[in-house]
């Protein structure tokens, strides 16, 4: 046994028997009041921020977590949380990226695979507005119908309650199944009269990744930042197939969903396959990224 806990167990044995039961009764009568913490040191949990929750809305001006520029960072993210699902980190980490893209001159586009309502991209168009003089091109890739069926192997508890479907709807059929589900129209709203990018430096790719990515990255050039945000191995898998390969040498990959069973298994049977072995940036519970070599 520890010496403290030997220590503690000698003194209890010291004090009367009577002594014990009133130390035990004040306690119970009188418990120890909580010591108030003044608003400006509360912390939030760092695993997961959740934008849109009430608490988070509330102390929003104390939410600090030590970005540079974050005040900026939060206004920003102000503009856009209506149009996003992603977290604190997950968005607030892609100014800093953006920042280094720009600092390191690593030329390219902006791709993302999973635009939904358009949010986090427009805070990425946001953020090159803020640090490039000379505007990178986004491209833009969703079925905006939503997400397709999952297979077996993405399966997760919460999809039934979140997503309402049920392990045994999970056969990998390129259908829509309703769960989240967004309009082409609410990223062009984010895009342009939130993030106020210029129109021709954005193109949508509407459809399934099966169908769309192949052929898009015939024509698509060289990208800087890859956003792979489709939730689901397959929808993962087919755009590192397609394009891992055009991301320049210091280009930046940002794994939305590495909590997500089925993604993690496509970045690390992918991994495997092109024999790397990269460091995979923990930004914070669910979103991770990492820098090509
Ligand atoms: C979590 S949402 C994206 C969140 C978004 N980036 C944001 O800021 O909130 C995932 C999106 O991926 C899309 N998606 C997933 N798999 C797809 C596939 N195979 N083809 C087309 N879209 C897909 C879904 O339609 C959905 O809009």
Redesign the pocket.
């Known amino acids: 046994m520890p010496s403290v806990l030997k220590s503690i167990r000698e003194n209890l044995k010291k004090i009367p028997f009577l002594q014990k039961i009133i130390i035990l009764l004040r306690g119970c009568i009188f418990p120890p009041k909580p010591i108030p913490i003044p608003p400006e040191n509360h912390c939030f949990p760092s695993g997961f921020v959740e934008i849109n929750d009430q608490f988070v809305q509330k102390n929003w001006e104390h939410l600090r977590v030590g970005y540079d520029e974050e005040s900026y960072i939060k206004e920003s993210i102000q503009l856009i949380r209506s ?4 977290s604190y980190h997950g968005l607030a980490s892609l100014a800093s990226q953006i920042k280094y893209l720009k600092d390191n001159n690593i030329s390219g586009s902006v791709v ?10 427009a805070l990425m168009a946001m953020f090159c507005q803020h640090y490039f003089k000379e505007k990178p091109t986004f491209y833009l ?8 069926q999952p297979q077996k192997k993405d399966y997760m508890d919460f999809m039934d309650k979140n997503w309402g479907i049920t392990e045994q709807e999970c056969n990998g059929c ?1 259908v829509p199944t309703g769960a ?3 309009s082409q129209q609410d990223t062009e709203d984010a895009m342009f009269k939130l993030a106020n990018y210029p129109k021709d430096k954005v193109h949508f790719y509407k ?4 169908d ?1 990515v192949p052929q898009a990255s015939k024509s698509i050039g060289n990208i800087a930042l890859l ?1 792979l ?4 191995y ?2 993962t898998k ?1 755009c590192l197939e397609h394009l891992y390969p055009l991301v320049n040498p210091g280009g930046i990959i940002v794994i ?2 590495w909590c997500l069973k089925g993604c993690r298994m496509a970045c690390e049977e992918f991994f495997e396959q092109i024999g790397i072995k990269p460091l995979v940036h923990h930004v914070d519970v669910c979103t991770h990224y990492i820098i090509k070599n």
């Open positions: 149009h996003t699902m992603v993302e695979t999973g635009t939904c309502m358009g949010g986090s991209a890739f969703d079925s905006w119908c939503g997400l397709p390129l989240l589900e967004a459809g399934w990744f099966q769309t956003r945000d489709g939730d689901l397959e929808s087919v939305d969903d």
